[in-house]
């Protein structure tokens, strides 16, 4: 359990102490207050006002102690009915020896309110029975005359009886209540806690395995291609090994930058001191002199500066649709385009390669085929973007890709757009 939910605990259980404190040392005061009285009055003499001190004594220990401190009669019906028989005995026997009629004593036996009357409505009735009884009882025996208001001021008491009871046992459930709704609210917490954590798992786990693919593994392809080109020309051009076997040096660097940014949760490499525009045109001049497919970058509109995210969501578009040209397209040309609008910023990214159907790709998990057209599109998303891929059998690929600028992202979700 946190500190918080522990503390809140402590304050709802520890509500009800101040006013039980303040009841229980009413019930002290007027149990002493009695025995003032009661004892330079007592009719027996020295003998009956130690019995006096003796039963008050008593009424003290059992009130304050046995039902205060030990609570027995929390333990089942039958310890409260024992309890409370005990303390009924205790104060009945105090009000039938105080030689004040109506006196102290009597208003002592509201302490037994304090007790089993919280457990439950029932008992109330039980305490205003026994209340009342000992006030008749009380009278009977020490008035003469008979007077008709007593005992309808008997009959008043054990209604007010009943009614504070009703209010110990409203306050002590309510008490009741609060704590377990504050315990139920920790278990909450803690399942929630369970829960986000599992969730943050899963998503730095689905965050990584998408920047692998879009670095590290288009990396090992470019890699890989150079290699057997190079391996294919080592017999008739050693010039042009060499140049391939260099740009393969070059691209594992890269890698090798890229896996460390990504061990530390950087941004890409290629970003880092530079802008947007020059990253991506570095990005396609390096596609150039691997592919020899005629690819070039244009940027239209005023450059604008956007979120990193954003930065980085585009350039990781980018490497993402030229790798599947490298891989797939067969194109021979390859424009790049980043626009930058009044609200947005636009990337395309068009080839004249053979071109696929999009639907085809539905459900795919082959790595590096849709697999990699589903990670750009929720990173897209995340952005607050769209996405929208038009090809067709021999026909090439666009993709399109739109993303708000600062002034207008929004915390509605997006809307994406899959066109065939």
Known sequence: MSAIAKRETKEVAGASQPLMRGWDLLIYAMLLGGLVVALPRAEGGAGEAIL????????AFWYGYVGGVRKVWMRGTAWAAAFLTVEAGLWLSLVLLDPIDLGLFVWVGVGMLV???SLNVRWSIVVAAI???????????????????????ILLNSVIIVFLSYLFFNFRRRNEEQRRLIHELEETRAELAVAEREAGTLAERHRLARDIHDTLAQGFTSIVM?????????????????????????TARDNLTEARSLVWALRSERLLGSSLDDALESLVGEFRSETLVHAEFV???DPRPMPAASEECLLRVTQEALANVRKHAGASRVTVTLSYLDDQVALDIRDDGVGFVPASLAGTQQFGGGVGLHAMLERVQEQGGTRRIESGRGEGTAISVQLPLPTTV????????EAS
């Open 299 to 301: 940027v239209a509109g």
């Open 226 to 250: 150079l290699l057997e080109a190079a391996d294919a020309e080592l017999g008739t051009n050693a010039v042009k090994a060499r140049a391939h076997i260099d740009r393969a040096r070059k």
């Open 131 to 153: 209340f009342g009884g000992g006030i008749a009882l009380q009278q009977v025996l020490l008035r003469s005359e008979r007077d008709a208001s007593v005992f309808v001021s």
């Open 410 to 417: 929004s915390g509605d979700s997006p809307v994406v757009v």
């Open 115 to 117: 007790h089993v009357c």
């Open 52 to 59: 006096i001190a003796t039963l008050a004594g008593a009424f």
